[in-house]
């Protein structure tokens, strides 16, 4: 096995559409305010069109790092859908490796045809504790529609992320970095999605 | 994307800047004058940050009709001896090339630099293409940054370099550069007194005799690359073993280097200046090496230049083993030479050289379920998911088994599922036009099957003209279906010559596609694709007979409309949904297949996931028992 | 009673009709699957659904049924009238002056009548034939002006059928149809799913309203027209004779075999030039200029036409005694044409029970007799 070294490392999941992109920004914003090294690397383009994508997020107090996660080696993985969390476990989760995952699905075309199944959302649970030291579980769809919008799941987990006590950031930074990022009405939007998201979490882990 | 820091008047700041916008911020910290691009992944996002800055720093900056204009307005600037960029994908360069290797026979002057996105793995392209070749045969200087830090500066340098050798300097950027963030340290943005102007004196005309010019211009910047703070080594003195890297894969070494702790013997030598090569530095650390490790994207392009430098210099370099995509050692995500590099693929490859350790040797553990794929899919909503059901129902109409062809953009997707499975030649923009104006001269050789090519607006102005014009004078049989979604979505939103506005949403004026094709004198007819049926029997009357013939097929991105569109919801009313007892074998959920139209297990009914829905409605219009309704609403407000 | 081996679905709706050259172009597949689409007379599956039981089959006026289950199955008790059907009643009608359309055929029965369901609230929508004679194309009217539009003999075979998907997309409960004999056996087919199979989707017309057709014409006659007129159509009429062209320029006359190449080969298959088992069917005189054929069917039928005869929309006169035997000749020479036709068939898609079989063969030998007597 070998040490996850110097570099601490998320891996984020989801559909294309779902926002990784936008919810690896932040907390890498967050973490360059907190004066680390940031390297966050996004699949975009194409992907966006309903397929698979994952950023890599990686930080270090003191050298730059490349963009891509070795396999085996998140520290954490945050999945804004169930079957892309256990899509990229697969590949760079260990037994060291927290979770953090909307359990909202988002089918594929090959399922809807008819063509595959789409796991019991049980099994897929029952994997992750198997594989990986822990997993919590956010509906952040339910969340992000109290919070006012569909299409905020993404900063609900951000904030979920932030509430579970793993990161070692202070809210207000990230509350910074949203309020740099968005305006107006949005950023109001934005702001209460994250809010919830962390409240989702820090009730759960006991986390400030 | 953030436009605004890329932007930001903030010197000495550390901002999180994507290689896109390190690039950029390091041309507008250049004083870079002209910028000209046609949008392509993963380059897109360039050309808008520099707009971003263009007002406050006097910026031309110009979404042109294809790359091989962008590159020669981008050298008329530097012609007038302005500093230029340019930017594109790897497959714009090739567009391009034709210009670039007449560009550097003649030379330039304003310094003028070219941006070309490489897409290994093509995460977001049809192909891998390696351009490194294509700057060697145009005899240019090719450099590769590793990460956002390093681009910034690159850019600044190329320029001048650029006019130093009074060549283009072409930096060749990759997917994980391009879209990854690291922190970069702003700079100053210059204040220069420009006055555009070329003298009698200043001539660029291509010729033979700029050949020889060529080859001293590389010579000049080889020897400048001797000393380029962008080639860097770490490692011991005298390596056993020498990982030559450039890119992304140089960090994947160093990690490598470090987690096989293999620090005492290996060293890792950086290239920034993969052509020409600092041959000098090269042959410093291959003395001492006994094995060569190669670490690039894609193809063996420094493998192939090092192992031929190596053989001249053989006396001097001596016995060494070379390793990398040739012996088949370093593999890509995809195999020996295919894909992207990943960390691990290089910490196997380092062991697999340096004697195994079996630390890296991580089995993935059992018992993970199976994992269903997920297909690409047009957006929910997309127009494009109704013209081409609204194309297939019209061939299939009409019996002949006729033939789509497409070329790229978000519609290369109706080659799968999503498009029905529609495309049987995809190829570059606009070749599926040239291709059908083929098929539609095969008539005499009894060719009877009736061609349609789909062509998307942006590629229609790209490259669609030309081959039309050929077809109509030559009389081809053929249909091309302009799928107008009045932007260039797949790239993210670019505007145009259609759209009437500049790459900052200034007004300019459009040039319709109706008068482009009306003057070609080619019959036009308009369609709204989400009027299915109506679309269905544009195709299949103009199908039918002679001649070369348009279908525009026009209605906004989904992804645009929707965040305008009325207050409308669409959903499922399940009582009228009559399940698998309907007849429809599930049409809205298993075969129009939209993301948003979902099945509902426990109701055995269908159900609308109103999270991702877009609001288009086609599936109201298509279900046969009128179970999806569209409902006009009063937006709450607060 | 189920005796076919074969699958009942779209495979063989496509082997037996579609690639057989037996499709009318009544459009009820259409109007059932989103599946199935048309473009002119051209009906074709666009997509393998891959079921093998589909309404799109048993609905279909020509996949295999029994006429006299039919008959049955709408007026209660097999047919009597072997050449003419179910009839109550047989009148000349027209429409009242002030109900009738500039463009109506004939008396404009069709068109009063249905104006005259829509008033009554008998009917919610209607299934017609609009466009031009040009480009004649299936319409839905919701309201009198809409069914005005489509005032007009079109003699095309047009799939109007297919607006039964936008009759039920749009919430209608009770459209009528206006249709040729084969799309009468459509609709009837579909009602009858309602009774014997569990996926009838509903709503099945309400008022079927037949027209006499003896043939009708290929969407390819409409380009014939255009290249023998540059002068706008507006009405035509097919006599024994010939075929008279209104048109903007001046009338224009086509011989019978001119015509003849563009009538749709399955309609050379057809048992029933009356519409037999409409609630009414409407037909010319081919005698008296300004007037219908009113063949009364149903007791819906009966009760509609005296309605509208009371409200004054319809008036009506005896049929003439006289025309009567050359209509039962008619009819009978198609019927007989047709069984000969179907004779040598392995698998017929219309069943006949013996006694309607010999009906009509026994009409053959009471003519012979006669026309034995009469040399």
Redesign the interface.
């Known amino acids: 096995m070998g040490t996850p070294g110097d570099n601490f490392n998320i891996v984020i999941a989801g559909v294309g559409g779902q926002g990784n992109v936008l919810a690896c920004q932040m907390i890498g914003m967050t973490a360059v305010e907190e004066g680390w090294q940031v390297s966050a690397a996004d699949t975009f383009g194409v992907s966006q069109r309903g397929g698979a994508v994952m950023s890599h997020l990686r930080l270090s107090r003191d050298k730059p790092c490349g963009p891509l996660i070795p396999a085996g080696q998140a520290d954490i993985a945050v999945g804004l859908e169930p079957l892309e969390t256990v899509r990229v476990l697969r590949t760079f989760g260990g037994y060291h490796t927290r979770v953090l995952m909307n359990s909202r699905p988002n089918y594929p075309l090959a399922v809807l045809c008819g063509e595959a199944e789409y796991p019991p959302l049980d099994e897929l649970r029952q994997a992750i504790r198997e594989h990986c030291r822990e997993v919590v579980e956010v509906p952040a769809d339910q969340l992000a529609r109290q919070g006012g919008s569909w299409v905020t799941q993404n900063t609900v987990m951000t904030g979920a992320l932030a509430g579970t006590g793993w990161m070692p950031f202070a809210i207000e930074t990230y509350e910074r970095v949203i309020k740099s990022l968005f305006s107006g009405r949005v950023h109001q939007l934005n702001l209460a999605a994250f809010r919830v998201g962390v409240r989702a979490t820090s009730r759960k882990t006991g986390a400030a | 994307m ?1 436009t605004m820091r890329v932007v930001l008047d903030a010197p000495g700041q ?3 800047l994507t290689g896109n916008e390190a690039v950029a911020r390091g041309a507008l910290e250049a004083g870079v004058n002209y910028a000209a691009a046609y949008p392509g ?2 380059t ?1 996002e360039v050309l808008e940050c520099i707009a971003a800055g263009a007002e406050m720093l006097g910026v031309y900056v110009e979404w042109s009709v294809n790359e091989k204009v962008a590159m020669e307005g981008a050298a008329a600037a530097s012609f007038a001896g302005l500093r230029s960029l340019t930017v594109m994908k790897c497959d714009g360069l090739n567009v391009a090339l034709d210009f670039l290797t007449s560009l550097s026979m003649a030379g330039t002057r304003g310094g003028m630099v070219i941006i070309v996105g490489d897409d290994p793995s093509a ?3 049809a192909k891998e293409e390696d351009s490194r070749y294509l700057g060697r045969v145009a005899h240019i200087p090719v450099w590769e940054p ?2 956002s ?1 390093e681009a910034k500066e690159m850019v600044k340098a190329a320029f001048d370099l650029s006019e130093d050798i009074r060549q283009p300097v072409m930096i060749r950027m990759v ?3 391009c ?5 970069a340290v702003l700079g100053e943005f210059p204040r220069r007194e420009v006055n555009a102007c070329l003298g009698p004196e200043d001539k660029f005309i291509t010729w033979i005799e700029g050949h020889r010019e060529q080859e001293d211009k590389l010579r000049r910047a080889a020897h400048r690359a001797e000393k380029s703070p962008f080639n860097t080594y770490a490692g011991p003195e005298s390596p056993e073993t020498l990982v030559i890297a450039a890119g ?1 894969g ?3 070494a ?2 490598a280097v ?2 096989l702790g293999l620090q005492t013997s290996v060293g890792v030598l950086k290239l920034g200046t993969t052509w020409p090569l600092p041959e000098k530095l090269l042959r410093r650390y291959l003395r001492p090496a006994l094995k060569v490790i190669f670490v690039e994207e894609v193809e063996p392009f420094i493998e192939d230049n090092v192992m031929a430098l190596a053989a001249q210099h053989l006396d001097e370099i001596g016995r060494t083993s070379f390793y990398g995509k040739k012996s088949g050692h370093v593999a890509g995500i995809n195999g020996v030479g295919l894909g992207e590099l ?3 693929q290089i ?1 196997a490859a380092l062991a697999n050289v340096c004697g195994p350790d079996p ?2 040797e ?1 089995p ?2 059992p ?13 929910p909503g997309c127009p494009h998911r109704a013209s081409f059901w609204a194309i ?3 061939l ?4 002949r088994q006729g033939i789509v062809l497409g070329d790229i953009g ?1 519609y290369t ?1 109706g080659k799968g ?2 498009g029905y499975y529609l495309l049987q030649t995809m190829h570059a923009m606009g070749s599926g036009v040239g291709i059908a104006s083929g098929l539609g001269q095969l008539w005499r050789f009894g060719f009877s099957q009736p061609a349609v090519a789909v062509v998307g607006d942006s590629t229609f102005y790209h490259a669609v003209v030309p081959a039309l014009i050929n077809a109509r004078y030559n009389q081809a049989n053929f249909v091309c279906i302009i799928l107008d979604n009045q932007t260039t979505a ?2 993210g939103h670019q505007p145009h010559p259609g759209t009437g506005i500049d790459p900052n949403g200034n007004p300019l004026t459009a040039i319709p596609l109706e008068a482009v094709v009306s003057g070609l004198d080619i019959p036009v007819t308009t369609v709204d694709p989400y009027q299915v ?1 109506e679309a ?2 544009a195709v ?2 103009a199908v039918q007979g002679p001649g070369v013939k348009v279908i525009i097929m026009r209605r906004a991105c989904a992804l645009i409309a929707a965040k305008t569109s009325a207050a409308v919801r669409v959903y499922v009313d399940q009582s009228r949904c ?1 399940g698998d ?7 809205c ?3 129009f ?1 939209c ?1 948003a ?3 509902d297990k426990a109701q055995g009914k269908a159900r609308i ?4 829905c877009n609001r288009c409605g086609v599936c ?7 179970a999806i309704v569209v409902e006009q609403y009063q937006e709450k407000v607060g | 009673m189920e005796t076919m081996r074969v699958k009942p679905g779209p495979q063989e709706l496509q082997a037996q009709v579609m690639a057989a050259g037996q499709c009318t172009a009544c459009g009820m597949c259409a109007g059932l699957c989103p599946y199935i689409r048309f473009a002119g007379d051209r009906v074709r599956i666009v997509y393998s659904c891959g079921l093998e039981d589909g309404n799109c089959y048993r609905s279909c006026p020509r996949t295999p049924h029994d006429l006299q289950d039919l008959d049955v199955q709408v007026f209660g008790a097999p047919r009597e009238d072997h050449l003419l059907g179910t009839h109550r009643d047989i009148y000349y009608a027209r429409a009242a002056r002030a109900v009738r359309p500039a463009a109506a055929q004939y008396g404009g029965v069709t068109t009063a009548l249905i104006n005259f369901a829509f008033e009554q609230g008998l009917i919610d929508g209607a299934l017609l034939v609009g466009g031009s004679l040009e480009q004649p194309l299936p319409r839905l009217a919701t309201t009198p002006a809409g069914v005005n539009n489509c005032a007009g003999s079109k003699y095309l075979a047009v799939p109007s059928l297919a607006n039964m998907l936008t009759a039920r997309r749009t919430g209608l409960t009770r459209p009528a149809v206006v249709g040729r004999p084969c799309q009468v056996t459509a609709v009837r087919r579909l009602q009858g799913l309602e009774n014997n199979h569990q996926a009838a989707p509903g709503p099945a017309p309400n008022l079927v309203i037949g027209l006499f057709c003896f043939w009708a014409l290929e969407a390819a006659f409409s380009a014939f027209l255009t290249s023998r007129t540059r002068s706008r159509v507006t009405k035509m009429d097919i006599t024994p004779a010939e075929v008279i062209v209104d048109t903007t320029g001046g009338p224009l006359s086509l011989s019978l075999d001119e015509v003849r190449p563009f009538i749709k080969p399955a309609c050379h298959t057809c048992f029933d030039p009356t519409a037999e088992l409409a609630d009414v069917a409407v037909g010319s005189t081919e005698a008296i200029p300004g007037w219908n054929t009113l063949v009364v069917r149903s007791a819906r039928g009966e009760e509609l036409v005296q309605e509208a005869r009371t409200a004054r929309v319809l008036e009506i006169k005896p049929y003439g005694a006289e025309r009567l035997p050359l209509l039962r000749e008619a009819a009978w020479r198609k019927k007989k044409r047709v069984l000969e036709a179907l004779a040598g068939r392995p698998e017929p898609y219309l069943r006949l029970p013996v006694d309607y079989q010999l009906a009509i063969a026994g009409e053959e030998v009471m003519r012979d007799e006669y026309y034995a007597r009469s040399s």
């Open positions: 953030n550390v901002a999180l992944s993963p897109a995460h977001s392209s590793a990460d830090r997917t994980r550069v879209h990854a963030s690291t922190n992304p140089s960090y994947y160093e990690e470090a987690q990943t960390p691990s910490m630390a890296h991580r993935a553990p018992g993970w379920p199976e994992l269903a794929g997920r297909d690409l899919a047009f957006c297939r129902a019209a299939e109409l009409d019996g978000c997707l599922r999503t797949m790239t049926d269905i029997q299949y009357q009559r007892a309907c007849g429809c074998a599930r049409f959920s298993r075969v297949a993301p139209n979902i099945w996931d109103e999270a991702i109201a219009s298509l279900c046969p028992v009128g």
